[in-house]
């Protein structure tokens, strides 16, 4: 049975065999795919960004020549939802360094775009690499969504955390003694050279007073 998949360099047409009484069916061609993953990512990302399935749908039609409905649309959303959970609620193990920060993004809630903060904890390995450990998107930063997302980590595995290193927002600071009170603190050294960069009077000593920062916090 002929199979036409959509690539970069145009479609290709594969005799897939036909096999009675059994589900075969060659994986490098999963049934019902439409085009290559690079596809299915660019229809995901769309979609992320806020722009509806029938607009995706008609993108898709004008740039990549791919007839696609707004289920199919939805169909791929929904890959990247199932595996993005699968992500967020994994095991965690042992982490030592534990670094929390927060950044704001624009959302779309019931029709209107709200600025939302991520959450964002990460860890860093005994090789010095860092990685992702979480993330929460909540209305602020207010102690209860702190409180919540650092007891996510420790009900997914999250242990042996020896330092805390962050800014000093109230509700941060509320959330991480309530839930790692014993974990010692330290302040991050990026944050403090930002937060100091304002009290520096001359443009030209914000370098010097930067590497002094630096110097003691890094002796």
């Known amino acids: 049975k002929p199979k036409t998949v959509t690539t970069r360099i145009g479609k290709v047409t594969f005799d897939v065999p ?17 085009s290559e993953r690079a ?3 660019a229809l995901a990302e769309m979609y992320v960004q806020g722009v509806s399935t029938r607009k995706v749908a008609a993108i898709t039609a004008q740039l990549c020549g791919v007839a696609l409905t707004s289920t199919q649309v939805s169909r791929a959303a929904a890959q990247l939802d199932a595996a993005l959970e699968q992500w967020r609620t994994r095991p965690l193990a042992v982490c030592r360094y534990l670094l929390l920060d927060a950044r704001y993004e624009k959302v779309r809630i019931v029709g209107q775009v709200r600025d939302a903060a991520v959450l964002i904890a990460m860890s860093v390995r005994d090789d010095g690499k860092r990685a992702i450990l979480g993330v929460s998107v909540a209305v602020g930063e207010h102690e209860t969504h702190w409180r919540q997302f650092l007891q996510s980590l420790v009900q997914r595995g999250l242990t042996g955390v020896q330092r805390i290193v962050s800014d000093a927002h109230d509700g941060l600071h509320a959330a991480r ?5 014993g974990v010692p603190w330290q302040r991050c050294q990026f944050h403090l050279q930002q937060n100091a960069q304002a009290y520096v009077p001359r443009q030209e000593l914000k370098t010097e007073v930067a590497a002094d920062i630096r110097a003691i916090a890094s002796p």
């Open 18 to 34: 036909q096999v009675r009484d059994s589900s075969f069916y060659p994986q490098a061609l999963e049934k019902g795919l439409r």
């Open 177 to 181: 003694r309530a839930v790692s009170g």
């Open 39 to 41: 596809l299915t990512l």
